[in-house]
């Protein structure tokens, strides 16, 4: 049963949680790294390609504005190919919300709570995304808008003091493109699977927004946003610690962070690393969270939502401490180490376009 409060998300509300899901934890990381100095290039194309992918899925949302993907899919498909694509997206949200959960666990203890079991951390962390579910979805929008100018606060001045500081040379940067255009199409498929189009979620959120007439536009102005921000994050990232430090750092805007000292005043700010992956790793991750609950619940007719929450949470729990080891094993999937990960993963956001070919030519045999 869906909760009706969800339908008083409003356009400001959703311009909030896309841009913190966007953003979420991806600023502490130097993505596409294999690229080197050209990755804020690849930052840069991979957003433009994600507005293609962004654009079918509103468009989607479009046609079907009161229907999340799992409705639209059973709609066009039937049951029995339905099923199992609903069960696939269920899957694949459920194991982005199981790489979220790991990583804050894993960079809380390794920055701030190194004596704290692991277990404990990701104890406080799942039980405060289920608390967030179960007393009214609506407090997760709400939530977002005001922890927003927090996020951007402390990654933004993070960024600025980042930049006045002796150690930010913008010269590593060169050579632009000094190993052509070949390192960066290799990475490329990498970033648009992680984090533009991860947006792909929101096919199963839009439905709950107000003004539907707004969705669009204030998709791709969140879209553009986080995009801009996560570049400028990278070339700042690569400024201060260079391609070398930065690549074999566990998290390079920590070290980033860890570098600021001016005039022996303003030093020691590893509490904005905190509140940046607090804030951007919750929302990250309650937002494939619910996405994977509200995809189970339609796939086996759960009407207690609440039950699947707390299911869906205990389940994130014992496959994340089973199968997922370290920070860099769990950074070596999500940058695409293995061959197959990143086209896997692209799989679920390619899809959707097929989507949108279906409806168009269904609607023209309707017309003709």
Same mark, same amino acid.
């Given at each position: 049963?869906?909760?009706?409060?969800?339908?008083?998300?409003?356009?400001?509300?959703?311009?909030?949680?896309?841009?913190?899901?966007?953003?979420?934890?991806?600023?502490?990381?130097?993505?596409?790294?294999?690229?080197?100095?050209?990755?804020?290039?690849?930052?840069? !194309?991979?957003?433009?390609?994600?507005? #293609? %992918?962004?654009?079918?899925?509103?468009? $989607? /949302?479009?046609? +079907?504005? *009161?229907?999340?993907?799992?409705?639209?899919?059973?709609?066009?498909?039937?049951?029995?190919?339905?099923?199992?694509?609903?069960?696939?997206?269920?899957?694949?949200?459920?194991?982005?919300?199981?790489?979220?959960?790991?990583?804050?666990?894993?960079?809380?203890?390794?920055?701030?709570?190194?004596?704290?079991?692991?277990?404990?951390?990701?104890?406080?962390?799942?039980?405060?995304?289920?608390?967030?579910?179960?007393?009214?979805?609506?407090?997760?929008?709400?939530?977002?808008?005001?922890?927003?100018?927090?996020?951007?606060?402390?990654?933004?001045?993070?960024?600025?003091?980042?930049?006045?500081?002796?150690?930010?040379?913008?010269?590593?940067?060169?050579?632009? !493109?000094?190993?052509?255009?070949?390192? #960066? %199409?290799?990475?490329?498929?990498?970033? $648009? /699977?992680?984090? +533009?189009? *991860?947006?792909?979620?929101?096919?199963?959120?839009?439905?709950?927004?107000?003004?539907?007439?707004?969705?669009?536009?204030?998709?791709?102005?969140?879209?553009?946003?986080?995009?801009?921000?996560?570049?400028?994050?990278?070339?700042?990232?690569?400024?201060?610690?260079?391609?070398?430090?930065?690549?074999?750092?566990?998290?390079?805007?920590?070290?980033?962070?860890?570098?600021?000292?001016?005039?022996?005043?303003?030093?020691?700010?590893?509490?904005?690393?905190?509140?940046?992956?607090?804030?951007?790793?919750?929302?990250?991750?309650?937002?494939?969270?619910?996405?994977?609950?509200?995809?189970?619940?339609?796939?086996?007719?759960?009407?207690?939502?609440?039950?699947?929450?707390?299911?869906?949470?205990?389940?994130?729990?014992?496959?994340?401490?089973?199968?997922?080891?370290?920070?860099?094993?769990?950074?070596?999937?999500?940058?695409?180490?293995?061959?197959?990960?990143?086209?896997?993963?692209?799989?679920?956001?390619?899809?959707?376009?097929?989507?949108?070919?279906?409806?168009?030519?269904?609607?023209?045999?309707?017309?003709?």
């Amino acid at each position: 049963m869906e909760n009706k409060e969800m339908k008083q998300i409003t356009k400001n509300q959703l311009f909030c949680l896309i841009l913190l899901y966007e953003i979420g934890s991806t600023t502490l990381f130097l993505l596409g790294e294999r690229a080197k100095q050209d990755s804020w290039i690849v930052i840069f !194309l991979a957003m433009l390609i994600g507005f #293609i %992918l962004l654009w079918v899925y509103t468009e $989607i /949302t479009k046609h +079907f504005p *009161e229907d999340h993907l799992a409705e639209v899919i059973n709609s066009l498909f039937g049951k029995w190919i339905a099923k199992p694509l609903i069960f696939l997206y269920a899957g694949y949200l459920f194991y982005d919300a199981c790489l979220n959960f790991f990583e804050f666990g894993e960079i809380m203890r390794i920055t701030s709570l190194m004596n704290t079991p692991p277990f404990i951390i990701g104890g406080v962390f799942i039980v405060t995304v289920i608390y967030m579910l179960l007393i009214g979805q609506q407090v997760v929008p709400r939530t977002a808008e005001m922890l927003l100018p927090a996020f951007l606060f402390f990654l933004l001045t993070s960024l600025v003091l980042s930049v006045i500081s002796q150690h930010f040379d913008i010269t590593q940067l060169q050579p632009i !493109l000094g190993n052509g255009m070949t390192p #960066i %199409l290799k990475v490329l498929p990498n970033v $648009i /699977t992680f984090p +533009f189009g *991860e947006i792909v979620v929101f096919l199963f959120l839009w439905k709950f927004v107000a003004e539907k007439k707004s969705i669009r536009f204030t998709s791709f102005l969140a879209f553009s946003l986080a995009g801009i921000i996560i570049m400028l994050s990278q070339i700042t990232i690569i400024s201060v610690l260079g391609t070398g430090l930065a690549a074999n750092s566990v998290v390079p805007l920590l070290e980033v962070i860890l570098s600021i000292n001016l005039g022996d005043i303003i030093m020691n700010l590893d509490v904005f690393l905190i509140a940046i992956l607090f804030i951007g790793g919750l929302f990250k991750m309650i937002i494939n969270f619910y996405g994977a609950v509200l995809a189970l619940s339609y796939l086996f007719n759960v009407k207690n939502q609440k039950f699947m929450i707390i299911l869906v949470g205990i389940c994130v729990i014992g496959y994340s401490f089973l199968h997922l080891k370290t920070l860099p094993h769990q950074r070596a999937i999500t940058e695409g180490a293995a061959v197959l990960w990143p086209y896997t993963m692209m799989i679920y956001q390619i899809i959707p376009i097929y989507i949108l070919i279906i409806i168009i030519l269904n609607k023209k045999i309707i017309n003709q």
